[in-house]
């Protein structure tokens, strides 16, 4: 399956001042496939190495030398000849092995020839638990659940990638029809790779279902074997009230939604664990929306989204028919997947972007992003009926701003509005971007 980190690695790989690269991820979001065939297309000679089930790799790793022993014991366990230029070596559940991640500071500074990547499932966690980070040493690159546009090439759609690339929104509107149904597809497999493979394989919508649940039991398996014991509990309350807080009015986390009198210095712990994880992203509230937004981040306010809408539609058992056969996904749930959908969305563009709030006022902005030098207020709607006071309230204090709303109607530009479809919403703001 084609994914578009893959003109990054390429980028990675000709660059004159290369160094080694650390392909960062959550779980099964893909990173093993992608690097194989980055490797098989790119490279003459593979030399794979897995940490977490190759002892003796860990221990040529941990007994620091020269890293031309390192690279003569790697040839001698791999059985490959490994060369400069030609060669990538790949370095898989590198977490396991604390000592490799500090050893491509060597590899940066006496064997640039060499092509390494490493990469790791929770190596944000590792990170965070004292491992020396090779810093100004290393390129890095993040793999997230497959998008949209992703989704559209696995489905063998690359015209209708192309039309959203194009922004022509003629074409784009006369074919809203084509694109909100694989919308629809695309909220109930979501974007991890096992699932997205089964649909398009025909596998059958409950084979796909199957399989996100087999993800979620392998992420609730890693809470109780890598997270430490006393945050367990509370690291799984998290992850199951996320949902249910999403689809209130007010998708601000509540602390007291999981637990009675639950106060933050009890789950912040819990929450850094998800977020270091890849499995959560946290949206911070910014008090104005101004340039820069950074300069008005309110820590204290904020909403979390898990990394996947296919995988929140298995944690919650929403029933294919509410998905792929009418609009209920986009009416009900207070808009919950939509807002999912557009933060994953937005995750993937490295855009900075929030949510924006009044305390003690009805007025919520759902995103504020910014891009280059403006920024923009975002209001997402689920459905095509796009009434509502916020927005148009916050604008007339603020007519300097221009809005963006993103739902399910086609494109139409007003002078403070721009209206854009949920398919197109992301390529629109790359264009914005470039």
Request: hydrophobic content about 40%; proline content about 4%; aromatic content about 12%.
């Amino acid at each position: 399956m084609e994914r578009t980190l893959y003109k990054s690695l390429i980028n990675w790989k000709i660059k004159e001042d290369r160094k080694p690269l650390i392909l960062n991820g959550a779980r099964q979001v893909g990173k093993t496939y992608l690097i194989n065939e980055f490797a098989r297309n790119e490279y003459k000679k593979f030399a794979f190495f897995s940490l977490d089930r190759q002892p003796l790799v860990r221990e040529v790793l941990e007994h620091r030398g020269d890293t031309d022993k390192i690279i003569r014991n790697l040839s001698a366990l791999s059985e490959i000849d490994i060369t400069p230029h030609d060669t990538l070596i790949f370095l898989d559940e590198i977490q396991d092995c604390p000592k490799a991640l500090e050893s491509l500071k060597f590899f940066c500074e006496d064997a640039p020839d060499y092509h390494i990547v490493v990469a790791g499932s929770l190596l944000g966690i590792s990170l965070h638990n004292g491992i020396s980070f090779p810093v100004g040493k290393v390129d890095m690159l993040r793999l997230y659940p497959m998008s949209f546009e992703e989704f559209l090439l696995a489905m063998d759609k690359p015209k209708l990638v192309e039309e959203l690339k194009r922004g022509d929104w003629e074409i784009i509107n006369a074919l809203s029809d084509v694109y909100k149904d694989l919308l629809r597809q695309y909220y109930y497999v979501g974007g991890m790779p096992s699932a997205v493979l089964a649909f398009v394989q025909n596998m059958g919508l409950n084979e796909v279902r199957a399989r996100q649940k087999q993800i979620l039991f392998d992420y609730s398996r890693d809470f109780s074997k890598h997270a430490p014991s006393s945050q367990v509990p509370r690291i799984q309350m998290v992850w199951n009230s996320i949902p249910s807080q999403l689809a209130k009015d007010n998708k601000k986390f509540i602390y007291g939604a999981m637990k009675k009198g639950g106060r933050a210095n009890e789950f912040e712990l819990a929450i850094q664990w998800l977020i270091d994880a890849g499995l959560i992203y946290k949206v911070n509230r910014v008090n104005s929306i101004k340039m820069p937004l950074k300069f008005y981040e309110d820590f204290s306010a904020f909403k979390l989204f898990v990394l996947d809408v296919g995988l929140m539609g298995a944690m919650v058992d929403v029933p294919a028919s509410s998905i792929l056969i009418n609009d209920q996904i986009f009416s009900e749930y207070k808009g919950a997947f939509t807002e999912l959908f557009v933060c994953c969305q937005l995750t993937t563009t490295a855009i900075p972007f929030y949510y924006h709030s009044v305390d003690n006022s009805t007025i919520e902005i759902d995103f504020a992003i910014q891009l280059a030098d403006k920024v923009y207020p975002v209001e997402v709607k689920a459905e095509e009926n796009v009434h509502a006071k916020s927005l148009k309230t916050f604008m007339a204090k603020n007519p300097d701003l221009e809005a963006i709303r993103i739902s399910m109607k086609n494109h139409i530009k007003q002078d403070w509005l721009e209206c854009i479809p949920l398919y197109a919403f992301t390529e629109e703001i790359e264009r914005r971007i470039n």
